[in-house]
């Protein structure tokens, strides 16, 4: 994935949160046509939301919304980098689930595990995931820029 896709990731949730599902075929041509039911042909974020549908990082709910204006958890997350991203692990997990409350055959389990051996995801103490609590914005950015491993140079005030 390009530097480009992963600022429209971290615009989506500067913007407001959005939902993304991983569809694990690839996008066939007319789903790449899809629209959503939800997002108005003016919405401010179609451009976007299209841009990623057609690329097969996002693909909505079954009823064929995108619920724009929804909040994104954790879990969720998980699966958008996984779906996004192919990069090389940073760590590994020896065997089951690394998190205490992400039982082994979860349906995520598999996009938890990637999206922290690639480094974005971290835990919280106690060893767990919490997989349904919300992603803030910040913690969006964060993870974005540490599993790309990029650095946040503030600016030095000049006098």
């Known amino acids: 994935m390009s530097l480009i896709s992963a600022a ?9 949160a959005t939902i993304f599902l991983v569809k694990p075929e690839p996008v066939a041509a007319q789903q790449a046509q899809q629209t959503f039911a939800d997002v108005p042909p003016n919405y401010w974020t179609r451009p976007f939301i299209q841009s990623l549908a057609e690329k097969g990082n996002v693909t909505g709910y079954p ?3 995108f ?6 958890d954790r879990v969720e997350f998980a699966a958008m980098i996984r779906q996004a991203f192919e990069r090389a692990n940073i760590r590994n997990i020896p065997s089951g689930s690394a998190f205490n409350d992400v039982p082994q055959g979860y ?4 996009l938890i595990q990637q999206a922290y051996e690639m480094g974005f995801i971290r835990g919280f103490p106690g060893n767990e995931f919490r997989p349904k609590q919300p992603m803030t914005k910040a913690q ?4 974005l820029m540490r ?3 990029l650095d946040y140079n503030p600016p030095v ?3």
């Open 67 to 72: 619920r724009p204006k929804q909040a994104v």
């Open 147 to 149: 599993g790309l491993n």
């Open 157 to 159: 005030a000049t006098s």
């Open 140 to 143: 969006a950015l964060v993870a």
């Open 8 to 16: 429209v990731l971290a615009f989506s949730f500067s913007i407001g």
């Open 107 to 110: 349906w995520a389990e598999p």
């Open 63 to 65: 009823d064929r919304t």
